[in-house]
Structures are given as C-alpha cells and as structure tokens.
C-alpha cells in the first residue's frame, strides 16, 4: 500500500516548503527530540525505527497521498484518519486504534494547512517518541485497571 504512490502515474509528491519558517518549526521539533535522546538515549533507537519505519511512510501515504486524492477539507481529513485507524487497528490492537484517531486528524489537519510532509514526519516521530517516553506506561497501567 506504501508503495501505491509511486505507481500512480497522476499523482506528484508535493513541493517542499522552503521559507523561514518552516525551516524553524522543523529546527524547533529537531531540538525537542534531540533534548528527550539526551535525557533518554535508550531511546534513540526507538526514535529512529519510527522515524524511518513509521513516520515517514505513513505520513507519505496517509497524508501526502492518500488525503490528498480524496481532495479538502474535513471530509478528506476524517476519511484517512478513519483508515489510518483501521489499519493500525488491524495491526496493533482497537484500543490503539482508538489513540491513534486524535493524532491522525490533527496530522491531517496541519497538512492541510502546510503542505510540508518533512514537517509531518518530525511531529509525528516526536509525538510517538513523547508517547513512548512519558505515556505508555500510565496508558498501559490505566487499560489494565479497567479491564
């Protein structure tokens, strides 16, 4: 399904946005992760697997493609946050399906607003590696008590 994109002969992978700020928002994310790796470089390998494994591939087809074939707006953004939960629901459990469905629509929600796949890919590397860090433990303590 990743790989879609680049057998669809009408579709073209977006320009990257080149002004001043972008370049300071991706700075700003960049030294956010680097900051968590210097308080928790166990990490670093983690950050770097769902940097390249899923960030970046699911904000390449999720957004970059996927969204922007439906077209604009909410619709289109709802519609691939519904199958960006369905597969992450078929992979990883409906609870995590769940988690991921706020995430997903304030992912499309920023693409829609810049265009900037890298920026994407940065906020959604730091917001799982935020998750990781900070949360999974509490989420998992508090699944566990309500079962």
Do not use: K
Request: glycine share 6%.
């Amino acid at each position: 399904m990743l790989f879609l994109p680049l057998f669809d002969g009408g579709w073209r992978f977006p320009a990257l946005p080149r002004s001043r700020y972008h370049y300071l928002a991706w700075a700003g994310i960049l030294i956010a992760v680097f900051a968590i790796l210097a308080w928790r470089p166990s990490e670093a390998n983690f950050a770097l697997a769902t940097l390249l494994t899923a960030a970046l591939p699911e904000e390449w087809f999720f957004r970059a493609y996927f969204m922007t074939r439906l077209g604009q707006g909410i619709r289109a953004n709802v519609l691939a946050s519904l199958l960006f939960c369905l597969l992450h629901g078929l992979t990883r459990g409906w609870i995590t399906a769940a988690m991921v469905f706020a995430p997903s629509l304030f992912y499309g929600w920023l693409y829609q607003r810049t265009r900037d796949i890298p920026l994407l890919t940065l906020v959604h590397t730091l917001s799982n590696l935020v998750y990781a860090v900070f949360l999974a433990e509490f989420v998992t303590t508090l699944i566990d008590n309500l079962r």
